[in-house]
C-alpha cells in the first residue's frame, strides 16, 4: 500500500465518518431532547401538584379558622346578637379580624355584615346601602349563591379613594347551622400574596404556573411567560376548589426552542442517513477494485496457513478475507485469555486450596508450589494467622472501594514486614471481604509459640496506632505439614467468632477458650424467665436479662452461639405476645422489628447488651401504657353506669363522685371527658332531658312533678335546662308533641 493509496481511502470515506458522526450527534441530540421532554412534562406535572397543594392548604386552613370563628367565637357571637350601640363588642369583632390578618398573611381584607341593622364592620366599614362591596354580597344575602365556597377572581377596593386589588372571596353565614341568618363574615384573599405562596417553588424566568378558575378564567400567572397552550407540560386540578394549574416552560428559554426543534432534528436525522447511504453506495462502486489486490497481498503474507484457503472461489474475496480475519481474532482471543490468568490470581486461589482443603494436596505437590510462587520458608514450622477487621460495615462505609484495597494492602504489607522483622516468613492472602489468612513460618531456633504471640500483637498495635480501624487476630499453630497448617486455619479462624465476648481489636488465645470450657449454665432457662418478665412488663426483667449476659460472657460463647439465644429470645417472647390481646401485638410488632434489626448489626456482646436495653425498655413503657389505659376505661365505665343509674338524685356531682370512687373530681372530669367524648355535665343533663322528654309524653304528670322525678328540686332551674337542650319550654314540647 503507497501513499496514493492510503491518500485515496481517505478521501474517499473521510466524508462518510463525518456522516456517521453527523447521525451519531443527531440522535443523541434527538434522544437527549426526547428525555429532556419527559423529564420536563414529569417535573411540571409535579410543580403543578405542589403548588395546587400548597395553595389548598392555605386556603383550607383559613377556611377552617373562620368555621370556628363562626361555630365558637365569643366576639361575633356578641356583634351579631347586639346593634351599633354596642361599641365594645364593634372593637372586639374588629381585634379578632386584625388576628386573622396576623396568622394569615394571605388575607387582603375582612369584614362582618349585621343585617338587624344593616351594619358593615371591618374594611369598608359602612352602612350596607353605602357599601361599595354591596353588589357583591347581595347575592349571599338573597341566598342565591351558596355560602361556605371560594369566589372567582374580582376586584375589591374598601374605600372609594383605595386602589384596588385582585381577589377571591370566602363568605360564611353566622350563625352556621341555621337558615335564618343574623349576619355573615366575609373574608378577601389576595392573590398576589397567594401567589408570593407558590413562587419559591420555582424560577419564573425558566418556568411559568397559571392558575384557572373552574370557568377557565385566569387566576394567577406569570404575566407573559406563557405564549401558547404547546408550552403547558402539566396540569393538577384541585379536589377542593375545583381550580385548575397548568406549568410549562416560560416563553424564549432554551428549553422551550430545543423543544420547539425536536420534529425538525428528526428530520435531519433521516436526512442525513439517506445521504449517507447515497455516498457509501457510491464510494463502494469507486474503491471495489482495490479489494483484489488486498486478497493478494493476504495470500502472499504469513498472516494465515495455505491450508485455510478453504478453495474458496476467487470471486469471493470478502469471504477469504473473513477467514483471515477470523484466524487473527481467535488468535488474539487466545493471547488475552492467557494474559488474564495472572500470577497474583492463580496464587491467591491456590493459597485458598492449601488452607480450605477444597482439594487434595500432596506434600512434594505443596513444596512445588512454594517453589513456583517464589515463597522461601523460613524454618520447618508455621503458625495460622487470621485477621478480621472489625466492624467491617463501618469500614466500607466509610472509604470508597479503591480506599479499601488500598488498606487492605496496607495491613498485608504491615503483616509480611512485621514477621520479616521477626525472621518469619510469611504467604498471606484476603480470603473473604474482612478477614486475612497467612501461614507464616517460624525459624527453627525460635520459640514458636511465644513469637506468634509477638507478631499478632504487634500487627494489632500497629492497625491501632496508625490506621483508623482496628483489627482481630487469631493464631494457631506450630504445624509441620500441609494438614497440620489446614487444622490450625480452622482453630484460628473460630477463634474470631469469640472476639464478641473476648473483645475486639486485640490477639485472641486459644488458652483462654479451654478454660471456659467445661463451664454450664442453664441458658434456656434464664432466657424463659427474661421473656415472661418482658411480657409482665413489671421491671423485673432487668435481673435476667443481665443474668443472661453474664453468662454468655463466663461461658465465653462465640457469635453463632449467642445469636441462637436471641433467636429463642425472639422465638419466645413472640409465642407470649401471640397469645395476648392485638394492642400488645401491635408493641411486640415493633419491638420485634427492632429486635431483628439489632441482631443483624452488632458487633460485641456488650452493645447487643445496650441495644436490648434500650429496646425492652421501650416496650416495657408502651406495655405500662396499656395496663393503666385499661384500668382507666374500666373505672370510667363504672362511674358512667353509676350516673345512668343515679340521675335523679340532685345531689349527684364530680364531688359526689369523686366520694363514691376515691378519684379527684379534677381526674374524673378529665378521664369522662377523654373516654366519653363529652363533660359530665353534658352527660347528666342529657339524661335528665331524655328521661323527661318521655314523661311529657307518656303521663300527664306536672311540670313540677317531672322537675323533681328527674333530679331538680327547682322547676326554673329544670325549665331552663330543657329550653336549652331541647330549644323551646317543657310546656311547649307537651303540646307541639300532642298535636302531631
Not at 447521525?23 to 417535573?43: D, M, P, T, Y
Not at 432554551?254 to 464510494?283: N, T
Not at 412488663?537 to 465465653?556: I, Y
Request: with cysteine; net charge neutral; charged share 25%.
Amino acid at each position: 500500500m503507497n501513499s496514493s493509496w492510503f491518500r485515496k481511502l481517505l478521501l474517499s470515506y473521510l466524508p462518510v465518518f463525518v456522516v456517521v458522526v453527523t447521525i451519531l450527534f443527531v440522535v443523541f441530540f434527538q434522544s437527549l431532547s426526547e428525555q429532556n421532554r419527559k423529564q420536563a412534562v414529569k417535573a411540571n406535572e409535579f410543580l403543578a401538584e405542589q403548588a395546587i397543594r400548597i395553595t389548598d392548604n392555605s386556603l383550607k386552613a383559613l377556611d377552617y379558622q373562620i368555621l370556628r370563628a363562626t361555630l365558637s367565637s365569643s366576639e361575633l357571637k356578641r356583634f351579631f346578637g347586639t346593634n351599633s350601640n354596642d361599641v365594645y363588642g364593634s372593637i372586639q369583632a374588629n381585634k379578632l379580624m386584625d388576628d386573622w390578618k396576623l396568622n394569615y398573611a394571605i388575607i387582603d381584607s375582612a369584614y362582618l355584615i349585621r343585617l338587624k341593622d344593616q351594619f358593615i364592620l371591618g374594611d369598608g366599614s359602612a352602612q350596607q346601602s353605602k357599601f361599595l362591596d354591596q353588589s357583591f354580597i347581595q347575592p349571599y344575602i338573597e341566598q342565591r349563591v351558596p355560602l361556605g365556597e371560594w369566589s372567582g377572581k374580582r376586584s375589591f377596593k374598601p374605600y372609594t379613594t383605595s386602589v384596588p386589588s385582585d381577589v377571591i372571596t370566602y363568605v360564611q353565614g353566622y350563625p352556621q347551622f341555621s337558615t335564618v341568618k343574623q349576619g355573615f363574615v366575609v373574608v378577601n384573599v389576595s392573590l398576589a400574596k397567594l401567589k408570593q405562596t407558590i413562587a419559591p417553588m420555582y424560577n419564573p424566568n425558566v418556568t411559568f404556573v397559571q392558575f384557572n378558575d373552574s370557568q377557565g378564567g385566569i387566576l394567577m400567572n406569570d404575566g407573559d411567560k406563557l405564549l401558547n397552550k404547546r408550552g403547558i407540560l402539566g396540569n393538577y386540578v384541585s379536589t377542593y376548589t375545583g381550580w385548575k394549574a397548568e406549568s410549562g416552560l416560560a416563553s424564549g428559554t432554551l428549553s422551550e426552542i430545543a423543544l420547539d426543534f425536536y420534529s425538525a432534528w428528526v428530520i435531519i436525522a433521516f436526512a442525513v442517513v439517506l445521504l449517507g447511504v447515497i455516498w457509501v453506495v457510491h464510494i463502494t462502486r469507486r474503491n471495489y477494485k482495490p479489494v483484489s489486490q488486498l486478497v493478494s497481498l493476504i495470500r502472499t503474507s504469513a498472516l494465515i496457513k495455505p491450508d485455510t484457503d478453504m478453495g474458496l472461489p476467487s470471486s469471493n474475496e470478502f469471504g477469504f478475507i473473513q477467514g483471515a480475519l477470523e484466524q487473527l481474532m481467535e488468535e488474539t482471543t487466545k493471547t488475552r485469555q492467557k494474559n488474564k490468568e495472572t500470577i497474583i490470581l492463580q496464587k491467591k486461589h491456590r493459597f485458598q486450596e492449601v488452607v480450605e482443603g477444597a482439594v487434595p494436596i500432596r506434600e512434594t505437590e505443596w513444596q512445588t508450589d512454594l517453589l513456583a510462587f517464589h515463597i522461601q520458608p523460613a524454618g520447618t514450622l508455621a503458625f495460622m494467622l487470621e485477621l478480621e477487621i472489625d466492624r467491617y460495615a463501618q469500614f466500607i462505609k466509610r472509604y470508597q472501594h479503591q480506599d479499601q484495597s488500598m488498606l487492605k494492602f496496607v495491613v498485608s504489607s504491615v503483616t509480611q514486614e512485621i514477621a520479616t522483622m521477626s525472621g518469619a516468613s510469611v504467604w498471606a492472602e484476603w480470603i473473604a471481604d474482612r478477614r486475612m489468612s497467612a501461614i507464616v513460618w517460624v525459624p527453627d531456633d525460635s520459640e514458636g509459640a511465644a513469637l506468634s504471640v509477638l507478631i499478632g500483637e504487634q500487627i494489632v498495635e500497629w492497625v491501632r496506632g496508625n490506621l483508623s480501624f482496628s483489627v482481630t487476630i487469631g493464631v494457631h499453630g506450630m504445624a509441620c505439614n500441609l494438614e497440620e497448617i489446614r487444622r490450625s486455619h480452622e482453630i484460628a479462624r473460630d477463634l474470631l467468632h469469640y472476639k464478641a465476648v473476648l473483645g475486639m481489636g486485640r490477639l485472641l488465645d486459644a488458652a483462654e477458650l479451654e478454660r471456659a470450657k467445661f463451664r454450664s449454665h442453664d441458658f434456656f432457662g434464664t432466657i424463659q424467665a427474661l421473656a415472661q418478665a418482658i411480657r409482665l412488663a413489671e421491671g423485673g426483667w432487668r435481673k435476667p436479662m443481665d443474668e443472661l449476659f453474664s453468662q454468655m460472657t463466663d461461658a465465653v460463647s462465640s457469635r453463632k452461639e449467642i445469636e441462637s439465644f436471641m433467636q429463642f429470645l425472639h422465638q419466645q417472647l413472640k409465642r407470649m405476645f401471640m397469645e395476648l390481646p392485638k394492642d400488645y401485638r401491635n408493641v411486640w410488632k415493633d419491638t420485634s422489628t427492632e429486635l431483628l434489626e439489632l441482631l443483624a448489626d452488632w458487633e460485641t456482646l456488650d452493645e447487643l447488651k445496650q441495644g436490648c436495653t434500650l429496646i425492652f425498655e421501650a416496650a416495657a413503657a408502651k406495655l405500662t401504657v396499656l395496663k393503666d389505659s385499661q384500668r382507666t376505661r374500666a373505672v370510667i365505665g363504672d362511674i358512667r353506669s353509676y350516673i345512668e343509674d343515679n340521675y335523679p338524685n340532685p345531689e349527684l356531682s364530680l364531688d359526689h363522685l369523686s366520694d363514691k370512687f376515691a378519684i379527684s373530681a379534677k381526674n374524673i372530669s378529665k378521664l369522662f371527658k377523654e373516654e366519653s367524648g363529652c363533660n359530665f355535665v353534658d352527660f347528666l343533663i342529657g339524661l335528665r332531658m331524655d328521661k323527661a322528654k318521655l314523661l311529657l309524653l307518656s303521663t300527664d304528670q306536672s311540670l313540677q312533678e317531672i322537675s323533681g322525678e328527674v333530679g331538680y328540686f327547682n322547676y326554673n332551674s329544670f325549665n331552663r335546662a330543657f329550653k336549652n337542650v331541647a330549644g323551646m319550654s317543657p310546656s311547649d314540647y307537651r303540646k307541639q308533641q300532642a298535636v302531631r
